[in-house]
Antibody
Framework: QVQLQQWGAGLLKPSETLSLTCGVYGDSFSIYYWTWIRQPPGKGLEWIGEINQSGSTNYNPSLKSRVTISIDTSKNQFSLKLSFVTAADMAMYYC???????????????WGQGTLVTVSS | DIQMTQSPSSLSASVGDRVIITCRASQSVSRYLSWYQQKPGQAPNLLIYAASSLQSGVPSRFSGSGSGTDFTLTITSLQPEDFATYYCQQTYSTRTFGQGTKVEIE
């Protein structure tokens, strides 16, 4: 059974850097894209970006200048850094696994438990 | 970016009702379209992928259709556990989600 378990600081001050890590248990890193998604309180889902096992990344253009996603295949972990946070970055942050199906379609089949990030001075 | 627009944003329905949620893309996404269900305090859960394929373990009352720019999620005979928020997502290019449709008890 695949499990994604995430951790990181939940309380930040404005201008600090958000840092979260997601550990993958029960499966290897091959084939999949490893994804970060966020959800402000009471609002919808926003895709942040993704990385594959080769370290190739894709980012949301609206966040690209502040986001770095990295991967450590030796530890089965991937990480998110978001610099210069503001109140607008307050959200539940999820890590997730995007699989590539037999028809070459992509969908998210596993999610982490979420980390609530608060930004306050 | 490809914009995804869901309608309605919310709806009220009763147990046993047939519910249809639509998702429109600002440009063609072929069949690179997934549907997710999210309940309060939980991560989303995959229902439908590739526009119409039912994820393993998801009840058959859920179905998806469409291709190109117009898609629908249908719930036949709504059950109490189906009251939740539903999101579409395109994976044709840089991923984007619809704004969500909240299904509430009438």
């Amino acid at each position: 059974q695949v499990q994604l378990q995430q951790w990181g600081a939940g309380l930040l001050k404005p201008s600090e850097t958000l840092s979260l890590t997601c550990g993958v248990y029960g499966d290897s890193f091959s084939i999949y894209y490893w994804t970060w998604i966020r959800q402000p309180p009471g609002k919808g889902l926003e895709w942040i970006g993704e990385i594959n096992q080769s370290g190739s990344t894709n980012y949301n253009p609206s966040l690209k200048s502040r986001v770095t996603i990295s991967i450590d295949t030796s530890k089965n972990q991937f990480s998110l850094k978001l610099s210069f946070v503001t109140a607008a970055d307050m959200a539940m942050y999820y890590c997730a696994r995007e699989r590539v199906g037999s028809g070459k379609y992509y969908e998210i089949d596993y999610w982490g438990q979420g980390t609530l990030v608060t930004v306050s001075s | 970016d490809i914009q995804m627009t869901q309608s309605p944003s919310s709806l009220s329905a009763s147990v046993g009702d047939r519910v249809i949620i639509t998702c429109r893309a600002s440009q063609s996404v072929s069949r690179y379209l997934s549907w997710y269900q999210q309940k309060p305090g939980q991560a989303p859960n995959l229902l439908i992928y590739a526009a119409s394929s039912l994820q393993s373990g998801v009840p058959s009352r859920f179905s998806g259709s469409g291709s190109g720019t117009d898609f629908t999620l249908t719930i036949t005979s709504l059950q109490p556990e189906d009251f939740a928020t539903y999101y579409c997502q395109q994976t044709y290019s840089t991923r984007t989600f619809g704004q969500g449709t909240k299904v509430e008890i009438e």
